[in-house]
Each structure stands twice: as C-alpha cells, then as structure tokens.
C-alpha cells in the first residue's frame, strides 16, 4: 500500500474579516394584532360561519416571525364571531412524521393551548378526499377534514426547491401541510412526474373544492426577519393573490451582500429557517431554475443545527463540510422520513466532517482553488433568514466602502477562534 502524505491543514492562514451591515426595504405591520383583526373581520361579510361552528386553523413547522401571536388573534377573531376553533398542525411528515413531534413544534413557536386560547388537535391520520386527475389520491386532515371550516394560515415566500408562479404558501399549505404524511409522500412523488405547478393547482383546487376552506391568512416578511404584510384572502382568490405576494416576497427577502464567494460559514441550519435548513434562494443551489439571479457558493460549512429543528437535518446534503457536533446533533430517523417523504433523498447525504469549527474551515480552504486562503473570499452569517449584518473577508473591502447599500462597521480583524479552535459567537 502506498502511504500519501496528507497536508497540512494546520498552517493555513485565515483572511481577516470585518462586519457589514445591509439597507434592504422595511415594510412592517405596526400592529401585529391589529392588522390580523381587521383583516379577520372579512369572515363576517361571507356569511360562511355561523355561532357554535369549529373552525380547524393551521399551524405550519416553518420559523414564521410573530407566528404564536397571528395565531392567538385568529383564535380569538373566530372566537369573536361565535366559532370554536381549534389548532391542527399543518407539516406533511414534520415532527417525524407523529402527533406528538408535531405537536412539539406548534408548542415550540409559542402556540401552546394556554397561550392561544384553544385546544390543539394532533394527528396523522387522513381523509381520502377523491381523487386527483393525474390518477392518485388526494389526502387530507381528518380532523380539519371533520371541522365546519378550516382557516390557513402561512406564509408566502419562494420555494428552496421549486420553480413557478406559485411556490410556498397558503396553496402549498392545502396539500403538503394538511395532506399529513400520507398525503404529502404521494404528492412529492406525483411532482417527480409532473411539473410542481401543474400538481399544486391540480390538488389544491380539488381541497378548495371538497374541503370547507373559510380562507386564508397570508403571511410576507421583510429581510429583517419582521411581519411586513398581512392579508386575509377568500379561497376563491388563493391562486390569484398567491401570484402576486411571491412578487412581493421576493422583492423583500433578504439576500447576501456579494455574488460570488469562495467559502461561505453558516452557524445554524434548520427547518424553521427554510424547507432544505438553508434558503436556496440566498445561497444558490436550487433544484430549478426560477429566472431570478442566485449567488455562486464554491463551498459551503455549517457549524451546527438550529435548537428548533429538533434533529430533522433535512438539507445537509447541499452542504460541503460540517462540524462533528453537526453530526451529533443529527435524529436520522427524523431527517430521514422527511426527505423520503419530500422525494429528496439526496438532502439526507452527509457531508465530510471535522472535529472543530478550524479544522472544517481549513478543509474547506482548501477546496477553492488556486485562490490562497488568506485570498480567499469568505462570508460567515448566522443563518439564510438572519443577514442584516454579515462577516465577509478583507477581500471584500473595497466593494463594500464604494457601495451605498453597505455600512462597513469594523476595521479588518482575525478570525476570533478560541483556545478549543471554535469560532466565538458575533451574531
């Protein structure tokens, strides 16, 4: 056997980095409350509901800003117009694809019982409602199936995985959410055969049809992380109006400062933060092509999972190098089911690991090229959802100083490793 000496990845010099902070539009709803009341109070001139009726009101497994709170005034709208509602997750095969997983994560958004004024109803369990023209069936809640009425509520915003005028949102909601694991397998393997669209309009349209939905409460955020939009939305307008809040979301997401990076450190990828742990949107590597410019990431390293995606590591085959407590903190299982359920397996390869935050950045060093590590054009966030402020390397000094958009906030320094070879937490 022939022995290869391996290099030596200790002696790698770092780029200095400085911190950047980013002007993107600020929408944002004053009054969260407020806004979901007045838009609520549309139900009424509807004449869909009545005193003493249950109303099944959706709850997703997605990070939404403000989520506990839009839901409570929901609840309590309904409830002012006589109804009895009733919390029901909406998250296919989420929480690992049982009542109790998925009941944690409602729990840990903040929308417990006691907080939202009403009970929480977890299943798995599906109604099988007809079935779809392209010949599968189509699934849904039973429990929301079995209500008077079932409000949606989600947020719009444009898939990590799909390309369309439709993406993520309250349509989507209607059959990956609410068609529970059953359903949300069947319709991710439908999409291998027939455009994403065409699958979303076909169910969809069948829920609408069969499924008592009062309406839907449709969700845009700002790149700060902040409710910026607000919108009670009749079913009969869902495909319409859904058209225009992606236009929206996009123009508002937030982004990275440069286009093209050689290493880009991530601290935290989750299901909360985006479908595949990180925003394809933000950092490239989408399935399809949206016709919308994405950066160029040679290489990619996360630190760690974010503390609410309680293990499900479902994306982590889109990354290049993670860290050994990236691997710890893994519940295969969970990733597992979500990515067979989702028909991306590929998301569930694990990618090569190192024992420290300095030991995966050198190995990602290395991997860049003929550029020099100390050369190298780095970007370290906190996450896809988090990039108001963001590390970069001196490389991109100069850009960012002619930019209007850039506020430069500290002279070039070291990495800040610690004695261990982690990085010290800046965001």
């Known amino acids: 056997m022939i022995h290869v000496p391996q290099k030596n990845l200790t002696a790698v010099k770092y780029p200095n980095i400085f911190r950047v902070r980013q002007q993107f539009d600020r929408p944002v709803v004053d009054n969260v409350e407020k806004t979901v009341a007045e838009q609520m109070s549309q139900i009424a001139s509807t004449g869909k509901l009545r005193a003493g009726q249950t109303v099944a009101v959706t709850a997703g497994s997605r990070g939404v800003a403000n989520i506990h709170r839009i839901t409570r005034q929901v609840v309590a709208s309904l409830k002012e117009l006589g109804a009895e509602p009733f919390i029901v997750p909406a998250m296919g095969s989420h929480g690992g694809g049982t009542p109790e997983g998925q009941r944690r994560i409602v729990e840990s958004y903040g929308m417990t019982e006691e907080f939202c004024g009403c009970p929480i109803r977890a299943s798995m369990e ?113 495909e319409s109006r859904e058209k225009e809040l992606l236009r929206l979301a996009r123009q508002w997401m937030p982004k990275l400062p440069f286009p093209k990076v050689d290493v880009l450190v991530i601290d935290e990828i989750g299901k909360e933060i985006s479908g595949t742990g990180i925003d394809t949107n933000v950092v490239g590597r989408k399935d399809e092509d949206d016709g919308w410019a994405h950066p160029e990431v040679r290489r990619m390293m996360v630190r760690r999972l974010s503390h609410a995606t309680h293990g499900n590591a479902c994306g982590i085959g889109l990354i290049d ?23 991306h397996i590929e998301a569930a390869r694990l990618p090569m690991h190192r024992d ?66 982690n990085l010290n937490e800046t965001f």
């Open 356 to 421: 420290t935050d300095q030991s995966t950045l050198d190995a990602a060093l290395s991997q860049i090229g003929m550029t020099e590590p100390t050369d190298a054009k780095l970007l370290w966030i906190k996450n896809t959802k988090k990039l108001i402020e963001v590390e970069c390397s001196a490389g991109f000094l100069e850009e960012a100083r002619a930019r209007d958009d850039l506020e430069v906030l500290t002279d070039p320094r070291p990495l800040p490793f610690d004695a261990a070879g």
């Open 321 to 343: 190098l993670v860290t050994r407590r990236v691997m710890d903190e893994i519940d295969l299982e969970s990733t597992w089911i979500n990515c067979l359920t989702g028909g």
């Open 126 to 238: 599906t109604v099988v409602v007809c079935q779809a023209a392209e010949g599968f069936e189509v699934h849904f809640d039973q429990l929301a199936y079995e209500a008077d009425h079932v409000l949606v509520c989600n947020r719009v915003k444009p898939h990590s995985r799909f390309a369309g005028e439709i993406e993520s949102g309250l349509m989507k909601m209607l059959l990956i959410g609410l068609g529970k694991h059953a359903g949300a397998t069947i319709y991710h393997r439908a999409i291998m055969d027939f455009p994403f669209g065409q699958i979303i309009r076909s169910v969809a349209g069948e829920v609408l049809a069969n499924c008592n939905i009062l309406g839907g409460l449709a969700i845009v955020e700002n790149a700060f992380d902040e409710t910026a939009h607000l919108e009670f939305v009749p079913p009969a307008d869902f």
